[in-house]
């Protein structure tokens, strides 16, 4: 009787036709990780920069994060369905700011190409501000959370609805303290600005042109809104520097700060 093997001729086949992607992909992965430590984020001196300045508010500080992508180092994911699929890699680095400790002027050259082996792009720029002192304030109270803008070149994945720029980007927001109350913790007091956290924008970078980001927000601190946290049953409220509350609410309307229209 002859014995038939062709099953077990298949078996490898078969196996290496459900893994060798999962498989490659490890591998590939492995070798841009080893690759990118051994040459990482690194700006070339030849290179596109873009220009970021800005002016701090007294009492607060300014943090500046550029966010890098790379087509050449791809990162594997899968869907719910196990199916593969590649997506650019991500960096993101800090940059140090020197801020004048008199007029809080602060300037900075962000690099548009990251170099390394992966081939770093500008993606995003983040420029945040927040309170590093608020006693002046109220006494015991604590930072919180603060405001900025984030702006996304290019090719990069947005929002749907954002206001679209070319070359340069001059915003200077009036933005206020808030005061978030809650009946467990320490009064905290943060930044808020025209879209609460970060403002976002679309910058579309042309060469030939100056490439400038200007964040020069006007701090008023003449009015304060007051999230309020209470203990037990009884609902959240946002009171309004005019004595206006919204009930049953815990984010504020940046509108009704200064008791102007909505669609200002």
């Known amino acids: 009787m002859a014995i038939k093997f062709m099953p077990l001729t298949l078996l490898p086949l078969t196996l290496c036709l459900t893994g ?36 701090a508010p007294p009492n607060t500080k300014p943090s500046l994060r550029g966010g890098y992508t790379s087509v050449k180092c791809l990162s594997a994911h899968h869907t719910a369905g196990g199916t593969l699929y590649h997506e650019p890699n991500h960096h993101w680095n800090k940059f140090n700011i020197l801020v004048d400790p008199k007029t809080g002027y602060f300037k900075e050259k962000i690099p548009s190409y990251g170099g390394g082996w992966c081939q770093w792009r500008i993606d995003t720029i983040t420029i945040s501000l927040s309170y590093i002192n608020v006693e002046h304030i109220m006494k015991k109270a604590i930072p919180y959370t603060g405001t900025g803008i984030k702006v996304f070149i290019n090719g990069a994945k947005k929002p749907e609805s954002m206001k679209e720029m070319l070359n340069t980007i001059d915003y200077r927001p009036t933005i206020y303290p ?73 984010s504020i309307d940046y509108w009704k700060i200064n008791n102007t229209s909505q669609w200002e």
């Open 20 to 55: 060798c992607d999962f498989l490659s992909s490890i591998i590939s992965e492995s070798w841009h990780s080893y690759r990118n430590n051994a040459n990482p984020f690194f700006p070339p001196r030849e290179n596109k920069w873009i220009t970021v300045e800005g002016i």
């Open 178 to 250: 808030f005061l978030r109350k809650d009946y467990d913790i320490p009064n905290q007091i943060g930044l808020y600005g025209k879209s609460g956290g970060l403002t976002y924008f679309g910058l579309r970078l042309i060469d030939g042109n100056e490439w400038k980001i200007t964040y020069k927000p006007i701090l008023d601190e003449t009015k304060m809104p007051k999230i309020i946290i209470p203990a037990g049953d009884e609902p959240s409220r946002v009171e309004y520097p005019d004595g206006k509350v919204d009930s049953d609410r815990d």
